[in-house]
Structures are given as C-alpha cells and as structure tokens.
C-alpha cells in the first residue's frame, strides 16, 4: 500500500480484493501475477518528497486496468486464428463463379478510347462510324503524327474520339499553341483576364517576415472563421455568442485564488500538483477526452475553495471529481469500482459515492464550468484561419502549454481565457521565434491585447523552460509521444522579445 494511505491500512486491509481463486503454477495464476506485477503503485507520496530515483513516488509508474479486463484481453489474445479449410474455401470460390455467371450484367470493354461520361454512368461506348457516316466537313483521316484535333461544337462528333488511329492523341489546346495559332492564344488570354483576378497591391512582398530580426506586428484584415455553415458541430451563426457567453460564465465558476492559504491548513500547492500530475495518467491510461481533465481540477479546486480537507482525503476528492466529470464528458464513463482500484482499493466504494454527493451538493450541480480547454479551441481556429504555421504542431503545442497551468497553483489568479490566448502565443513563438506572434483576427476573437497576454505568457513561458527538470513529468512524457508530433521536445528560446507585447493599432 502506498504511503499516501498508510494512516488507513489497518482499517482496509480486509477491504482488498481477494485473491484469485485459481491453483498455484497454473496458467491463470501466472497471468494473475503478472498483472498484479505492471499494476501501478496509487498516489504516494503526497509531500512532494522524492524518491531516490528523483522523482515523486507518486508519479511513478501507469494505471493497469482491473484484472479482469487483463484476463480477458489475454484470452483473446492467445486464442489461435482459425483458418477455412481447403473444402470451404473452394465452396466459397465455386460460389462467386456461379453467381458471376448468372449476372445479367456484363463487363463494359475498355473505356480508354471513348468519352469519359461513358465510364461515369457505364454506357456503352458509342459505335466507331465509318467515313460515310461523318459530316461532309470534316476532313478526311489522316495519319496520327500529322493530325491536328479540331474543337468540340455542338452539332459534330469529335474526330479525336471517333476517327482517331492512336491511342494517345494530343489536346486540341496544345495543338493549337504548338502550331502557333495566334486566335488561339489571344483567345485563351482573354478568358483568362475574365476568370482571374490579380491583385493591384504591389506591396505584398514587402511585409513578408524578415528570417533574421523580429519583424512588426502585421496590420492585416480580421479573417472570418465563422463561415463554415455546412458543419452542424461549428455552429457558426452561434459560435460568436456562445464565447461570448462563456466569457461571462467564466468569472462565476472560477475558484478562490488564496484558498490554500485562508481555507487549506494541511494541503499545500506541491499536493495540489502531485494530485493532478498523478490524475493526468490516469486519464491517459483510461483514455479520457481532454474536457474531462479539465473539469476535474476545476472541481477540485472550487471544492477546496470552501472546504478543508486533511492529505489523507486529497486522493479520495480526486478521484471523486475526475468521476463526476467522467458523467459529464464521456461516453462511457469509468465505474465506481475502477476509480477505486487505480487507489489501490485505498477507499471504499461507499466513500467515493459519499464524496460524489458532497462535491455535487457544495457546487449545487453546476457542472458546466468554461476551462482553457474551451476556448482553446476557438483560439486555434482563429490562429490557423491567417497562419502559415503548421496546424497541428500548434494545436498540441498550445494544448502542452496549457495543461502544464494546470500543476501551478498560482496561475488560478488568470481567467482560463487569458490562459488559452497566453498558450496560443507562446505557441506561435516557439514555432517561428523572429515572427509576431499576435494579429488582429486573434485580438478581435480573444478579446486581449499583446500588452494584457504579458505577464501570463511569462509565467507559461517560465513553465516551459523548467519542464524537463520538474519532477512531475506526466505532461510532458504524454505530449512526448508520436500522436502529439513530439511537441514537448521542442526547444524554446530563453526570453521573448519585449517588443512583441506592444500594441498596435490594427
């Protein structure tokens, strides 16, 4: 049992799981044994002391799921794949022969020669006439290398799809500009001039960025992202409303910003950040969205906010909020009995359900509660909307930079929107260091100017500098992987210009 319930371990220890049932040396124990061996030490050490290996014992190690489930998977892993027989397999192809040739409909020939409309709707290809039944003005066939194809009109058939002695014949464009056809060409430049439109400002290249200095902020146009009308999940004609909305609700579902030092008497910030660096892997391992991350410590702090509560409960109200914001955001949502197990059946059922309620009663139910996480989104749709920067390696970047605030409890002090806007910039920093990281389409939509991001996007920028060296590396070994483009690896520069928090008029 883990040191953070060593006060609790005479009175649960006829609470754990019993043992399996199964004979010593079989299979199954075996198996048992070794999913007891990869199961995940619960949260530890809750003083943030570390461990010889220089990291907290609580952040060691991953959650394994409930032995049932790796009994389970190991049984359908080890069941052999059977494969037909011969007899069936010959039964299957004398099948498919005997229905292909009961079919009425026949395979249409090659379709290289003719119209493509053929092969879309599978016509048949139109009879090859003879020379007598073309039209008088065409002229007669001639050889394929001296050939010239005339144009399609309305009224004649196409010597190049019906007289045509090769297989491969030249467009009747290029046909034309190779032989020189002056109407052509004008003909072709006209349309063009009709269809194109060419830019009169001959200033663009000029406000390129510079690679080697910092380069102004560009005063360009506000660009649209609220224009996409077709996909039902961006709610474009509610999406400006429905942030600004958030916005408002923002101020009332924050926590108290000092509760740990007039609420708080046996918990302290590294607790705090121990608990959430411990419940990141667990929503890692359960693969839970990232909404339901978010939700839990913002239930966890806003239950702090008017509750004390010693370090032998800090685990119990976790879980119980990660639970409850599991409800919430999933679709499926863990049980009871699995919160439970990844604590090392520490607590019982009784006690999870007993915190449930009291956090449930304390907010009055309100659990919809905007985070960093819903406005990110909005603010990387707007940064991506006028951006040459990759969207991908921004958005996990931004989202690293943003679940990193989660673990410092003195980034409570910042609206979750100033958080994701700070995120955002200090993104588009790292990716392109001599580059403005803010324009007038992120002001218009975040609402912040460069001057207000400062002081958060130091503290963010402190944050993802001393990443590598924290003792709490469940962030950033999870955005270490693959899937996020191993964003956390990335290597920032020391100090951002001073000149990039300045304020220009767009």
Not at 143 to 166: A, I, K, L, W
Not at 267 to 285: G, K, T
Not at 479 to 488: C, D, E, P
Request: proline residues 8%; charged residues 25%; glycine residues 4%.
């Amino acid at each position: 049992m883990s040191t953070f319930a060593a006060s609790r371990h005479a009175s649960s220890a006829t609470a754990k799981r019993p043992a399996t049932a199964d004979t010593a040396g079989g299979p199954k124990a075996a198996g048992a044994a070794a999913a007891q061996a990869k199961k995940r030490v619960a949260l530890g050490n809750i003083t943030n002391v570390a461990a010889p290996g220089g990291r907290a014992v609580g952040g060691t190690g991953k959650v394994a799921p409930p032995p049932g489930s790796a009994k389970l998977n190991s049984a359908i892993s080890a069941a052999p794949l059977k494969k037909p027989s011969l007899a069936s397999a010959r039964s299957v192809s004398s099948v498919r022969g005997s229905a292909v040739k009961s079919a009425s409909i026949k395979p249409a020939p090659p379709l290289s020669r003719y119209d493509s409309t053929a092969q879309k709707h599978n016509v048949p290809p139109p009879k090859v006439p003879t020379v007598l039944d073309v039209p008088s003005r065409i002229p007669s066939l001639v050889p394929c290398s001296t050939f010239v194809s005339p144009g399609r009109s309305g009224d004649s058939v196409s010597v190049d799809e019906t007289m045509s002695t090769c297989d491969s014949m030249k467009s009747p464009d290029i046909e034309y500009i190779d032989n020189g056809d002056t109407s052509m060409l004008a003909s072709l430049q006209r349309r063009a001039n009709e269809h194109l439109r060419i830019s009169d400002d001959r200033d663009v290249e000029e406000n390129k960025w510079k690679k080697n200095a910092p380069a102004p902020m560009e005063i360009d146009r506000i660009c649209d992202v609220d224009n996409d009308f077709e996909d039902p999940q961006l709610c474009a004609t509610l999406a400006s409303d429905i942030y600004m909305h958030l916005r408002e609700a923002e101020t009332k579902k924050r926590p108290s910003t000092d509760f740990m030092e007039t609420i708080q008497k046996d918990v302290n910030p590294s607790m705090r950040a121990i608990l959430i660096d411990w419940l990141v892997e667990v929503a890692e391992e359960y693969r839970l969205v990232p909404d339901t991350l978010y939700l839990t410590v913002n239930y966890i702090d806003r239950y702090l906010s008017g509750n004390e509560i010693n370090r032998q409960r800090l685990q119990l109200l976790g879980v119980a909020c990660m639970l409850i914001a599991a409800k919430y955001e999933e679709i499926c949502a863990p049980q009871v009995e699995e919160f439970c197990y990844i604590t090392d059946n520490t607590y019982f059922r009784d006690e999870v359900l007993e915190m449930e309620a009291s956090v449930l009663n304390y907010l009055k139910f309100e659990m919809t509660a905007p985070t960093a996480k819903c406005f990110l989104r909005r603010f990387a749709r707007a940064a991506q909307a006028c951006d040459e920067d990759p969207a991908l390696h921004l958005e996990f970047l931004a989202s690293y930079i943003a679940e990193l605030s989660l673990l410092e409890y003195n980034l409570l002090s910042y609206p979750p929107s100033l958080i994701a806007a700070s995120a955002i910039f200090l993104a588009k920093f790292v990716l392109q260091p001599t580059k403005y990281p803010w324009n007038s389409t992120l002001a218009h939509y975040t609402q912040y100017k460069p001057s207000q991001l400062c002081d958060c996007v130091k503290a963010l920028h402190h944050l993802f500098s001393v990443g590598p060296a924290s003792n709490l590396p469940a962030i950033r070994e999870k955005y270490s992987q693959h899937k996020y483009k191993f964003v956390a690896k990335k290597q920032c520069p020391t100090s951002i210009p001073t000149e990039f928090f300045r304020d220009v008029t767009c």
